[in-house]
């Protein structure tokens, strides 16, 4: 009953929630060209970031659309593309005093429109296409400690999203917390660039294939989201699943050198090596909207300054 509602409730707010946010980025787009063009010598480019805002603002619709829709998402991408690309088809034929600036608005919004909608239908494939969730168990123990809720659900996204060739050999992923460990655990000293300390003390930890035990990682909750992480961050898929992802990779490093590709120097260096290269890799594909957003922002005002400097 309760998934129902929220489902109800999600297809009540997709249409507000999607147009208002969408108008919000356009208008922090504007904001944000507006005052270094005035001071650039470049005034005469704003109309064609006016332009751009347009167009970031057809591609932000679908994209929230999609996000928030409970179900049918890529029926609503469509339906909801369709329908823009309707209103500009009318606006075309429809006269009115603004013709141009409305058809040529209109246009970019659903050439925006149009990109995030072939981006949604390329990279948001299904699960088992990309990582292989049920291959690897999850398993949750905890003693006195109640870990945020979106941990599991951002460990299952970092497993789906990561290459199956990195993942073959690991037979479960155990977050826990430190009060959860047995005394042999706790007892236990590890190495770390030659420095020694407490099992418990780290974020968590490999541990190889070794005759008849598989090869798993443990995660500990209590460590990785810490007190000093602010609360309102959990409420948002990509800052978890940054702080998470940091140490899984890492550890998952561990086992790529020593099942997959070898290496002959620190091992704390090639496993921080693999956990960058996998965590952007998992950002290409998860969060490639916001790479969409923020290398043209980068390369722009990379050109300004480079331009000011000449001067």
Known sequence: MKTKAIQIIRWIILLPVSVFIALLVSYFILVL??????????????????????????????????????????????????????????????????????????????????????????????????????????????????????VLKSLKRLIRYTDKKYLVGISYVELTNTAALNRELRREKTKSRKKSGFLHDSLGWYCEKWKDEPAYIVLLTDHIFSSNLSKWRLYFNFPVDARLSMTFFHELGHHIHKTKIPEYRETENVADDWKFRLYFQFVKMRYWYLLLLLKPIGYFYAFLFVKRKEK
């Open 33 to 150: 060209f507006m005052v270094p063009l005035n001071y650039s010598g470049y005034p005469w480019l704003f109309e064609y970031f006016d332009m751009l805002s347009y167009f970031v603002t057809g591609f932000v619709f679908i994209y929230l659309a999609f996000f928030i829709a409970p179900c049918y998402k890529h029926l609503t991408v469509v339906v909801l593309f369709v329908i823009l690309l309707a209103l500009w088809i009318v606006n075309t034929i429809v006269p009115n005093p603004f013709y141009w600036y409305a058809f040529i608005s209109l246009l970019s919004i659903v050439l925006g429109a149009f990109l995030a909608t072939i981006l949604i239908f390329i990279f948001n494939k299904k699960p088992s296409a990309i990582g292989v969730n049920s291959m690897i168990e999850i398993i949750e123990h905890y003693k006195d400690y109640e870990p945020p809720k979106a």
